[in-house]
Nanobody, 117 residues
């Protein structure tokens, strides 16, 4: 079964850090552009960070530049999102996405991130 499974979410205080993981099963992420999105209650889903394949070029939403870092380990078919200096406005459900030309995108089920003191 082709799927992405996110993990690493949870409750963190403002200024804290979390590392999200997205593990692929049923396929390998090599050849896929990988990205993280998030959706807060009442808001649209937005792109947080992306990383291409095979070059590994990255892009970030302005709101997270300098605080978040996306990386990938193709051998483990896993993508990571390191989130530092978290703010209350970063609270959302974070989703992982795998995209490849001529193929339907693959989405994970999401992991909740709560930033609160």
């Amino acid at each position: 079964q082709v799927q992405l499974v996110e993990s690493g979410g949870g409750l963190v205080q403002p200024g804290g850090s979390l590392r999200l993981s997205c593990a692929a099963s049923g396929f390998t992420i090599s050849g896929y552009d990988m990205s993280w999105y998030r959706q807060a209650p009442g808001k649209e889903r937005e792109l947080v960070a992306g990383i291409t394949s095979p070059g590994g070029s990255t892009n970030y939403a302005d709101s997270v530049k300098g605080r978040f870092a996306i990386s990938r380990n193709n051998a483990k078919s896993t993508v990571y999102l390191q989130m530092n200096s978290l703010k209350p406005e970063d609270a959302a459900v974070y989703y992982c996405k795998a995209a490849r030309m001529w193929r339907s995108a693959i989405w994970g089920q999401g992991t909740q991130v709560t930033v609160s003191s």
